[in-house]
């Protein structure tokens, strides 16, 4: 019988919130009969990879605000190296560019660490099966709020360095092209989200959720 049920994987970088949803998963009757096997547990977004790879589980877990590789990156490589695997995110983020980034990337299942877990419970069986759920606290967030800039790949990684504290030298050496190009695109960044100094930028892309908060700045 053990073979025949789902099996997990939970990852998150607090081990008091792994030992509760392990407890939650693998109870029978709570949301499965039988309970959910889980079969590893990450506590940085590499490691969340790698076991990923290693058992292709059928439901992911997944809080986004962890080391070493965001969520979205961690929805992308299990979609890449596990498509059956059914990615269920659990966030206190609420930044409307991260849920936004989620959902296109193709999320199955969305919910707020804040909210109560009964609409978790009741709707993961569904979500194991195929049905895809975004609670309705994120829904609304993405009704009432206006989506943010949309950035470019070059632009992305040109934020991404510019908050590492890099020179338009350093960042043109470092993606092989020339200075006026990287000013180019931190001219555009600006723009964009309407900002005048590095701080401001900052304090944008984070509100957004266009950088991972979990990352030093």
Known sequence: MDEQRYSAIIADDHAIVRTGLKDALEKPGLIEPD????????????????????????????????PMAGGVEVLVE????????????????????????????????????????????????????GQRHISDYFLKILEETPKPPVLTDRERQTLNMILAGRSNKEIAEGFGISIKTVDKHRTSLMQKLKVHSVPQLIARALKEGLIDPSKEL
Request: hydrophobic share 45%; aromatic share 4%; net charge negative.
């Open 35 to 66: 309970g959910i096997r889980v079969v590893a547990e990450a506590g940085d977004g590499l490691s969340a990879i790698a076991e990923i790879r290693k058992h292709r589980p059928d439901l992911l877990l997944l809080d986004v605000s962890m």
């Open 78 to 129: 299990a979609r890449r190296w596990s498509k059956d695997t059914r990615v269920v995110v659990l966030t206190g983020v609420s930044a409307v560019g991260l849920v936004s980034d989620l959902v296109e990337a193709g999320v199955d299942g969305l919910f707020s660490k804040a909210s109560d877990n009964t609409e978790f419970y009741e709707k993961l069986p569904g979500i194991l099966r």
